[in-house]
């Protein structure tokens, strides 16, 4: 069974793995160029600003950066739609189903190994390919401010690694419900899109109570303190930026070039400033929140796939007894076990059936039958 | 041919036009608003903020029209593109598409038509609300070239879109089979699309050489003023008063020539750009390459899915074969399978129907 899993997936991983090598090669070379800048420069009295030298190396590399930020970004999803739609559907869309869950495999074993092959594998090269730009990105990313920033945050360490578990279910799950791999992919992309942008645009903030500083926009010397933001603590994530009148009523954008108020500086005086904000060390623990929630839905949708896969009945079957439909638990036990026979047991007729109803779609099978 | 043509394409054109019915919605109230904000401010200066602001309230709403005009093309090539022929080979149907009475460059012709013409319009539409909805914003910047917009409105799309389009079919066809058509597309559009960005755009036209002496004094940005605003700047070299190109100015804040802001006195800097009035020219040439690589795919694939053999027909017979009906006959006068082989497959085709 894992012989026969890999066999399957052997074109994919060589594609998958290869590509990764291919892009590997030039990450390192130029990963240890822009390191060796970095290095030269901590010792070097001409080197102007921070780490300038390695930064102007690295804008050499633009294609690069552009290549590996796009690539993991679009990975997770790539490989849901590639490695996971099919995984179940194309059983489905070839009719090979009825093969593989008729010999002494049992389905829910085909589907543990297809899934410890497969989803390991995508995972796996999730990880590596994160690796691979968190490391490059190092030397700039270590000048950011804000590790929590929508363009990075996602494409860094291990959140990835859960996109990719979550992709991968969405793929599988995709697969096992809709059983063409079309459609199963389509719905893949675009669940894991949306699902995606609300864990980044609404529910990331939420991981843990934001933290809050006010203070007044106008400070004690008459200067514009909006540099409140410069008391935060380093790396910080500003979540919202909120004002509030004297009379403590939120209040939008003040005054503008007409107001009488703009004449004398005087539109921000009793304004205070309400900063909510998620200190930087809060970056690990939110990494690994990210990839433990999309692990979870991962698995729920996994597991989900497990009970649909052996709880249902398979299309080209012969109708179930009136009788046992209308009772959910027994029915249940009697599509299993017609599953579980030998196609030889079954008598021409419904066979030819079956065939009739699939043949569009089941090139396989009508070699063999004819 | 073109009812059954329009019967297969409908859910995938339900899914796709849906999907851009509801975005349009979504970009439309949001877009009045800020278009509320833009005319409703009286200085240019205040206008920059007010913008800015009302711009970044919508995040979620640029990123998705972002996304969605980067991914829009390829999403079509691989899903409408891809199994329009790779997926008659997997299933089979091919067998039974192309032994009608259409012969298969009619058959052909009006799925490239109508689905290559879907592929298109989505792009197209999705482009148009993009560059609707970031009109105010985009007014204010100054390059229009940048990589992270020139790809994404006006009517660079729809190219691409085209390309993607031809790139799945092509594959479809060479491959014969779904998926490993639809991952070819995915690789083969980045690539292409990369490497037209970073390589070929600014080739489009050649650049306009300017070189300037960095003036005495404080910043020394001699650019600005000297260069028409919004161009392009493809490179920029700075050559030290002996005419040699300095590759890293070395001036530290212990330097005698800091003092006096006389470090870079006799330096000369030589940009190459490209102003921004070739912006439409270079839109256009943009459009007009990917949709000229596309038309050079297609008629590829006319060309190939004549003059080969099918799987499943009997070995071809030699020359001496009968020629077969008019419409089957190629172009460039080479034959498909033989009428024989066809009909060969007639007890097999029924085998399979029962």
Redesign the interface.
């Known amino acids: 069974m894992t012989w026969l899993a890999w066999r399957q997936f052997r074109?994919q991983a060589i594609?998958i793995f290869g590509g990764l090598l291919l892009l590997a090669i030039p990450t390192v070379i130029t990963g240890f160029g822009t390191r060796h800048w970095v290095t030269a420069c901590a010792t070097s009295?001409?080197c102007?600003g921070n780490g300038a030298?390695a930064q102007q190396y690295m804008m050499r590399f633009?294609?690069l950066q552009?290549?590996l930020g796009?690539a993991l970004l679009v990975f997770p999803a790539?490989l849901g739609m590639?490695c996971a739609a099919?995984l179940v559907a194309r059983e489905f869309d070839n009719g090979t189903y009825r093969l593989v869950w008729t010999q002494s495999v049992s389905r829910v074993r085909w589907l543990t190994v297809k899934i410890a092959v497969v989803g390991t594998a995508t995972v796996l090269a999730t990880g590596l390919l994160s690796w691979m730009t968190t490391w490059w990105f190092g030397p700039s990313d270590s000048l950011e401010m804000d590790k929590f920033i929508?363009s990075t945050f996602g494409i860094r360490d291990v959140a990835p690694m859960g996109y990719a578990v979550f992709a991968f279910a969405v793929g599988l799950a995709a697969g096992v419900l809709i059983r063409k791999?079309?459609?199963a992919?389509?719905t893949t992309?675009g669940v894991f899109?949306v699902v995606r942008?609300v864990f980044q645009?609404v529910i990331r903030a939420h991981y843990a109570a934001p933290l809050t500083q006010s203070g007044p926009v106008v400070g004690p010397g008459g200067d514009v303190a909006v540099k409140i933001g410069n008391n935060l603590p380093p790396g910080s994530w500003v979540v919202t930026l909120r004002f509030t009148d004297a009379a403590g009523h939120p209040t939008g954008?003040i005054g503008?070039?007409?107001a009488p108020c703009s004449a004398d500086n005087s539109c921000l005086n009793g304004i205070t400033q309400h900063l909510v904000y998620q200190p930087g060390s809060r970056y690990w623990p939110f990494q690994w929140t990210e990839m433990g929630l999309f692990t979870l839905l991962g698995l729920l949708l996994i597991g989900f796939s497990y009970w649909w896969i052996t709880g249902h009945r398979l299309p080209g079957r012969a109708p179930r007894p009136a009788a046992a439909r209308s009772v959910a638990g027994p029915a249940t036990v009697v599509a299993t076990r017609t599953i579980g026979r030998a196609p030889e047991a079954r008598d021409d007729q419904s066979r030819?059936h079956d065939?009739?109803t699939l043949?569009?779609?089941?090139?396989g099978e009508?070699h063999t039958?004819? | 041919m073109t009812w059954v043509t329009w019967r297969q394409l409908r859910t995938q054109a339900l899914v796709i036009f849906g999907g851009l019915a509801m975005l349009a919605v979504a970009a439309i109230i949001t877009g009045l608003q800020i278009r509320n904000v833009a005319n409703g401010c009286a200085a240019p200066t205040d206008c920059n903020l007010l913008v800015g602001i009302a711009t970044s309230n919508y995040v979620w709403m640029e990123l998705l029209l972002r996304g969605a005009t980067l991914v829009v093309p390829v999403v079509t090539g691989m899903f409408l593109g891809a199994p329009l022929i790779a997926r008659e080979f997997e299933t089979g149907t091919y067998r039974m598409a192309w032994t009608q009475s259409v012969s298969r460059t009619r058959w052909l012709a009006v799925k490239v038509l109508i689905v290559g013409a879907a592929s298109v319009l989505a792009s197209g539409l999705v482009s148009w609300i993009t560059t609707w909805w970031f009109g105010p914003d985009d007014s204010l910047q100054m390059d229009k070239f940048v990589d992270a917009t020139f790809g994404i409105r006006d009517v660079a799309p729809l190219g691409y879109a085209a390309f993607a389009f031809a790139v799945g079919l092509t594959a479809g066809l060479l491959f014969r089979r779904v998926l490993p058509a639809m991952a070819t597309t995915l690789v083969v559009f980045v690539a292409a699309r990369m490497m037209v960005q970073m390589l070929v755009r600014q080739r489009f036209a050649t650049p306009i050489s300017a070189t300037f002496a960095f003036k005495p004094g404080p910043g020394g940005s001699v650019k600005a003023g000297l260069i028409p605003d919004g161009s392009w700047i493809s490179s920029e070299q700075i050559f030290d008063p002996s005419g040699h190109p300095v590759r890293e100015l070395r001036f530290g804040p212990g330097d005698a020539c800091v003092a006096t802001n006389s470090c870079l006195n006799g330096y000369t800097q030589h940009v190459e750009y490209q102003p921004w009035n070739r912006y439409w020219p270079f839109q256009w040439t943009e459009f007009g390459l990917f949709l000229a690589i596309a038309l050079v795919l297609i008629g590829f694939c006319f060309w190939w899915i004549n003059g080969h053999r099918l799987p499943g027909s009997g070995p071809r017979v030699a020359r001496t074969a009968a020629p077969r009906s008019d419409d089957e006959r190629t172009a460039n006068g080479q034959q498909a399978a033989p009428r024989g082989a066809v009909e060969s497959n007639q007890p097999r085709l029924m085998g399979v129907d029962r």
């Open positions: 074109t594609v009295a001409t102007l030298p633009g294609w552009v290549l796009g790539v590639f099919p929508d791999v079309i459609p992919m389509a992309l899109v942008m645009m954008i503008g070039p007409d030819a065939e009739g043949s569009p779609s089941a090139p009508a039958s004819a």
